[in-house]
């Protein structure tokens, strides 16, 4: 019995048991619900082949689908205190940064790279909403900061890509305080001259959009996404009235003149080289 139980019944299971299978190998659509293989949703930009819907994209996927040859450098970020209120609601504010960390690998809701596109030295600043949901705290403001101080050091083009609910409340004042400086960083770099080009992503609201966002020199937006200051809810409840359908989606900002162009991610590169070719009086 030991020789069957020990030998000859593993021997079997092992013939016959059934593989493992990622959990992540397929993925749903959230636009349209059809299932799509994962290795086919990456090798499309992570945007659904079947209605076009533009999935979240990581924040070093993003990078590498800019950069020329995907090569860029990654820059280091001035250090803020972690937690300068001492907040705590249900959770410490300390806590929901470690989370925050260990969910995304990041220090903080923004990353800033420098490298070429198409041959033009540019800056870059991606959001991550997994951190936080791309809140602007201290951290975030001193990170744009150095973005368009290094734009103006290298003589770059500044590119931000941010995709927020806005605010870190639990930064209270010293978050709000982000968006005059934020703000001013960009003046700065307009008095240089510099191109500074806005990419809107899914979504952008909040004192984001009501600051550093909304001052670019060219807006450009992946398709459906969701930007504004206060949601439609709110100000369906303010004003008494009933919003247009598509009312704060990016197609809707370029109908009335908010964004200059709505590009498919795919194709965002391609824009990307001819803007910086024009804006940096370079040939292509």
Request: charged share 25%; hydrophobic share 40%.
């Amino acid at each position: 019995m030991n020789w069957l139980t020990n030998y000859v019944r593993p021997k079997i299971s092992k013939l016959v048991e059934q593989k493992d299978i990622p959990d992540n190998l397929w993925i749903g659509c959230s636009s349209c619900g059809k299932m799509i293989f994962r290795k086919e949703l990456e090798e499309n930009s992570f945007v659904c082949p079947s209605c076009g819907h533009h999935f979240k994209l990581a924040t070093n996927e993003r990078l590498k689908m800019m950069f020329d040859e995907g090569q860029y450098n990654l820059v280091d970020l001035p250090q803020v205190p972690l937690d300068p209120l001492n907040f705590t609601d249900v959770k410490k504010y300390t806590d929901r940064v470690k989370d925050a960390r260990k969910k995304t690998g990041q220090e903080d809701a923004i990353v800033v790279a420098e490298g070429l596109i198409g041959s033009c030295p540019v800056v870059v600043g991606v959001f991550d909403f997994d951190f936080m949901g791309g809140s602007m705290g201290t951290a975030v403001g001193e990170a744009i900061i150095k973005a368009a101080n290094l734009a103006i050091k290298k003589e770059a083009a500044l590119i931000l890509i941010p995709s927020s609910g806005g605010a870190r409340m639990q930064e209270g004042m010293l978050s709000l305080m982000q968006m005059p400086r934020t703000t001013l960083a960009i003046k700065l770099l307009k008095e240089k001259r510099l191109p500074y080009i806005t990419i809107f992503t899914n979504p952008t609201t909040g004192g984001v959009t009501a600051s550093f966002a909304m001052l670019g020199d060219i807006h450009l937006a992946e398709p459906g996404a969701l930007i504004g200051f206060a949601g439609a809810r709110v100000i369906e409840q303010t004003i008494r009235e009933t919003l247009p359908e598509g009312f704060q989606r990016s197609e809707y900002l370029q109908e009335h003149g908010m964004i200059d162009a709505v590009v498919d991610r795919r194709q965002m590169r391609e824009e990307l080289v001819k803007i910086l070719n024009l804006l940096m009086h370079t040939t292509v």
